[in-house]
Structure formats: structure tokens, C-alpha cells
């Protein structure tokens, strides 16, 4: 989404050139980390870091949280650090300090103040700290300019929003400034836009947006640039109305509202548009609605209980088996699907999203990827493993359909986690990394750092539509809430204790 065309060996911002998560570069579909099997190079860390890795040719930028000074230090802070490296060895190159003001919990499984990540034009990187500022560096980390302002106080977590260029503009959230009549008495948060040579503001929109949700760049049918953004989420956020929101980006109309869609629920990270379609995934009513990207116009709404195919891996028999066209909620009594928040994702003809799984609270299907058809409304779940375990000289062995648990112990031995809750696997009650498509395979990582690859594609969700199962290293040592990078034919992936280059 950038003015000039980035190079094919660019990442230039979250989600890649485009901002929606997919592309049509080409990477690995398998690796192992625990056997060092396709990993280029590994750059260890001394903190944990949520944001993604951004990639322009020779550098890759990331940003961590500011080491703890000790193991007995709390396990919560403001300010982060920039990391520049090369990409070819992982090299470190510079650093940069990056100031924050309200603080946020370490290693945290809703996110944290390194959640937003860097973006790049190819001549500048821009930093950001979402507790509270953003900074322009040249590639050689030379402060041009820094930018201050005080997120919304008493919800310093959850801050999903990604940053992105439009052109010139670099587009970021922020509450309405002191003194702006418009501004709440508890502050919302807005898109604002910012010329990116100088730091200025050059508009703010007029809807709002929770800091629950994740923003989409795209384009209209006639060519012009807008972003979907949403309204709604838990701890009482005040934006309102609840919903989604287009705004214009087009030259001249930038921050315009150019449709609103009001209803009911949350709207964390639960949506995507194109050019055809926007979609809302309605966590309280497990349904699926299409809209008219053009209007805001409601199109259709689908279940995702009723006549769905699931295919559940049965260990006695090590296999998939169907239940063809049943309806879930029958299946399993007071059993509710609860898509996982910020997992979805549109291709080829479906929209994609993993499940939340708690047996004592009957949420699942139990460790499922699901997806619904665009035009048909046809729901289809495919159990995944939980984990796989990987030896020297050993077969890889998985596990299926049981709670898993993780190490929050970073490089330096320090117990990195200021929640308790972060030593889950993730398929419960976290905000997951958002998945990426590329060349028509969907990445999808969880908080163990297994990365399942699936062709999203397939006419049929089944076993042969699981590419590949992929780790980040040891099982159960491994904490990650990043999601993947393309770029130079290779992936860069990160855990909490390193970076890692993945090639073929």
C-alpha cells in the first residue's frame, strides 16, 4: 500500500505490501527448527516481542520489549527497542530506544506495547510503541523524527492495531488530541493520518475504532484506497457504535466515513473486505455475515452450528473422520463454536478461521480450522494437532485433542511472563497471530510456535488440505504470538527467544 511498488524482496508493513495478509510471493511450506532442517539463520533475542518482522531487501526490523533487568524485576513496562538486522545473516546492526508511557504486561497472551510493527518505505523504517509513540529512523538508525502521545489510560493491552502506509500518509491510532473539542471525556481512539516525512497530522476520521480491532487496508472496485475498521470488544470500550466503519484513504477524502454497518457483538479482529465483500464473523450468534463492500450493505448470514461437515482425528483408529452435514449444536449439547479472535481470513473463495477450544466451557470445535464458503455458505472444521514433537532419529509425533503448555523463559533464563494465562497453548482465550496467505497457502501460528500451513485452496477441507506442520523449536520450550513474513524467497518467523530464517 505504499506510493511507489516495494520490491518483490519486501515486506514493507504488517501483513505484507498490500496490508490484508495476503500475497502471491512464494515460501518454504516446511521447516523444523528443532532439527535445524530449513532454517537459514538464527538471531538470538534478549526479550520477549509480539510485533511482526518487517523486510525491505538487505534488512529485517523488528522490535522487542525492554529486557528486564533480572529475574525479579515485574514483569511489566512501557518501553521497547527497535532492532535492525541483516537479512542475509541476522546479524544485529543497530538498535534504538523507543519510550513508552503506560505500561503494559511482558509476554502477555492479549498483546503488548511491541505489538504494532515497523514499517518501511525503503528509505525510512518507522518504529512504534504502543504505549505511546513512534519514531522515523533512516537505515542507518538516525532519529529524524519522534512522535508522543498518551494512549487511552487504563487499557494499556489489547492495542491490535497495525500501522500502515497510504501513499505518503502513514496511518496510526491514536485518541483525539487535548483540547479538540470532539475529543470524549474517556477518549476514543481514531485512525489519524501522518505525513511520513515530518510526523504532522493531516487528518483523523470520523468514525472510531476499539483498540480491540485490526484495520484493513484495500481497495474499492473503482481503484480507491479505504480501511476497514470495527467497533466492539470486551472491559466496556467505549467507541461506539458497535460495528464496522469504511473510511475513505482516497486523496481528498481521507478519514470519511464512506459506510457504516451497526450491530451487535465484538469486533476484535473478526472481519475482512475486498473489493466484492465485507465479512463479520458474530462471535455471540456463531454466524457468518456478508456484506457489499460498496454499500455496508447485509448480503447474507450463515451459521456455523448447522449442516457443517467435521472431520475429527480419531487416535484409535489414526485417522480423519467425517461427520457429513451435522448440526453441532445437536452433537455436542450446549457446545458453542467460538472462532478464534484475529484468525481469519479470506481465500480463494472461502473465509478461514481457527476455533477456540475449552472442554469445561463446551467451546470448539475442539482444535479446529474452519471455513465458510463465500457464495455458498458451506461450513467445513478440520481438527488440527495440538502439537508435534520432534527428536534426532526419531519419527515426529503428535498430539491430538489435549491441553498443551509452554515455557515463558526467555534467552537469558529470566521467566518473562506477567500472566500466568501465557503458558497455555494458545487455542484458548488469547488474541493468536494473524494468518497470512501466500501463493494460496494460509500460515496460522499458535502461542506453542507451531505453524500449520494449509492449502487454501482445497475443494475439500481434509487431511490432504494440511500441508504441513511446522516448529519453531523444542516442544513445550517455545512461545510465539507473531505472524510470519515473506520476503527473498524465504520466511522470518520469531519466537520469544529468537528470530528465525527460514529458506528452502
Known amino acids: 500500500m505504499t506510493g511507489a511498488k516495494p520490491p518483490s524482496s519486501a515486506w514493507p ?3 505484507g505490501p498490500e496490508g490484508n495478509g495476503t500475497s502471491t510471493k512464494k515460501a518454504p511450506i516446511r521447516w523444523s527448527v528443532a532439527r535445524n532442517e530449513h532454517v537459514v539463520w538464527r538471531t538470538t533475542l534478549p526479550e520477549v516481542g509480539q510485533g511482526g518482522i518487517t523486510v525491505w531487501e538487505n534488512r529485517v526490523f523488528l522490535t522487542i520489549m525492554k529486557p528486564l533487568p533480572d529475574a525479579s524485576a515485574p514483569k511489566e513496562g512501557a518501553d521497547a527497542v527497535g532492532y535492525c538486522l541483516d537479512a542475509a545473516t541476522g546479524k544485529i546492526l543497530w538498535t534504538v530506544d523507543l519510550p513508552g508511557s503506560e505500561p503494559a504486561t511482558y509476554a502477555y497472551g492479549f498483546s503488548d506495547s511491541t505489538t504494532p510493527s515497523p514499517v518501511t518505505d525503503g528509505k525510512s523504517v518507522y518504529f512504534f510503541n504502543a504505549s505511546g509513540s513512534l519514531g522515523r529512523y533512516d537505515f542507518s538508525g538516525k532519529l529524524l523524527w519522534r512522535r508522543v ?4 489510560a487504563g487499557r494499556p493491552f489489547n492495542k491490535q492495531f497495525k500501522p500502515f502506509l497510504a501513499g505518503d500518509t502513514l496511518v496510526n491510532m491514536e485518541p483525539r488530541d487535548e483540547g479538540d473539542p470532539k475529543r470524549e471525556k474517556d477518549p476514543w481512539n481514531y485512525l ?3 505525513d511520513k516525512n515530518t510526523g504532522k497530522t493531516l487528518w483523523v476520521a470520523e468514525d472510531s475504532l476499539t483498540h480491540y480491532n485490526t484495520p484493513l487496508p484495500g481497495r474499492c472496485r473503482n481503484g480507491a484506497m479505504a480501511v476497514l475498521q470495527g467497533r466492539g470488544g470486551y472491559h466496556d470500550v ?6 464496522l466503519t469504511l473510511t475513505s484513504l482516497a486523496p481528498g477524502q481521507e478519514g470519511k466515513t464512506l459506510w457504516r454497518f451497526e450491530t451487535t457483538g465484538k469486533a476484535l479482529y473478526t472481519m475482512h473486505w475486498d473489493n466484492r465483500y465485507a465479512y463479520w464473523i458474530d462471535l455471540d450468534n456463531a454466524r457468518h455475515l456478508v456484506l457489499d463492500s460498496e ?3 447485509l448480503l447474507r448470514t450463515q451459521s456455523l452450528t448447522q449442516n457443517v461437515d467435521y472431520r475429527r482425528y480419531d487416535p484409535a483408529q489414526g485417522k480423519y473422520v467425517l461427520e457429513a452435514g451435522i448440526d453441532l449444536a445437536k452433537r455436542l449439547p450446549s457446545f458453542k463454536v467460538f472462532p478464534a479472535w484475529f484468525t481469519n481470513i479470506p481465500v480463494g473463495g472461502w473465509h478461514y ?7 469445561a466451557q463446551k467451546w470448539g470445535p475442539y482444535y479446529c480450522v474452519g471455513r465458510v464458503g463465500i457464495e455458498s455458505g458451506k461450513v467445513e472444521y478440520l481438527e488440527l494437532p495440538v502439537q508435534v514433537i520432534r527428536e534426532p532419529n526419531r519419527p515426529d509425533r503428535f498430539i491430538w485433542g489435549t491441553p498443551q503448555t509452554t515455557s515463558t523463559v526467555n534467552a537469558r533464563g529470566i521467566d518473562a511472563a506477567g500472566d500466568e494465562r501465557s503458558r497455555r497453548d494458545g487455542w484458548t482465550w488469547n488474541f493468536l497471530p494473524a494468518p497470512v496467505s501466500l501463493d494460496g497457502k494460509i500460515y ?7 505453524t500449520y500451513v494449509l492449502d487454501g485452496k482445497a475443494r475439500t477441507l481434509d487431511a490432504a488440505a494440511l500441508l504441513s506442520v511446522n516448529d519453531l523449536g523444542t516442544a513445550g520450550q517455545v512461545w510465539s504470538l507473531n505472524t510470519v513474513s515473506a520476503a527473498n524467497g524465504r520466511l522470518y518467523h ?8 527460514i529458506g528452502q
Do not use: H
Open 494 to 501: 520469531r519466537s520469544m527467544k529468537e528470530v528465525i530464517c
Open 13 to 15: 508493513q504488517a501483513f
Open 444 to 450: 496460522f501460528t499458535s502461542m506453542l510456535g507451531v
Open 149 to 152: 502521545w498518551k494512549p487511552t
Open 295 to 297: 454499500t455496508g450493505k
Open 192 to 194: 489519524r493520518g501522518l
Open 238 to 243: 467505549p467507541e461506539s457504535p458497535i460495528g
Open 353 to 359: 478461521f481457527l476455533c477456540f477450544t475449552d472442554t
